[in-house]
């Protein structure tokens, strides 16, 4: 079965970078779109970035557009997430998201367009 599996979360200060990891397995074909999303506590979950498999079609939330920086390594498996200029209002679980999309126009950072999550892995800025 599809798994997700993120790591790279942790505790940084205000300004600073982490990059989150998420490898993907399980697939009989590829999912066509990934994407990263957060929730921050009692805050609805929100989508961040996304990037379609093939590479030619990425799109961020306002909020993180110009610091965050989504890319994939197609043999590893493994879909990125460069966060630079990290804000307190950043702090929230981040999850690693897969879906099947047929045109690359439909991989956008919205919760439908995604079938599997990962467990998150948490990021604290402070």
């Known amino acids: 079965h599809v798994q997700l599996v993120e790591s790279g979360g942790g505790s940084v200060q205000t300004g600073g970078s982490l990059r989150l990891a998420c490898v993907a397995s399980g697939y009989a074909n590829s999912p066509g779109c990934m994407g990263w999303f957060r929730q921050g506590t009692g805050l609805q979950r929100e989508g961040v970035a996304s990037i379609t498999v093939a590479g030619e079609r990425l799109k961020y939330a306002d909020s993180v557009n110009g610091r965050f920086a989504i890319s994939l390594d197609s043999a590893k498996n493994t879909v990125y997430l460069q966060m630079d200029g990290l804000k307190t209002e950043d702090t929230a679980m981040y999850y690693c998201?897969?879906?099947?999309?047929?045109?690359?126009?439909?991989?956008?950072?919205?919760?439908?367009?995604?079938?599997?999550w990962g467990q998150g892995t948490q990021v604290t800025v402070s």
């Open positions: 998201a897969a879906g099947r999309v047929y045109d690359p126009s439909a991989c956008t950072p919205v919760t439908t367009v995604f079938g599997y």
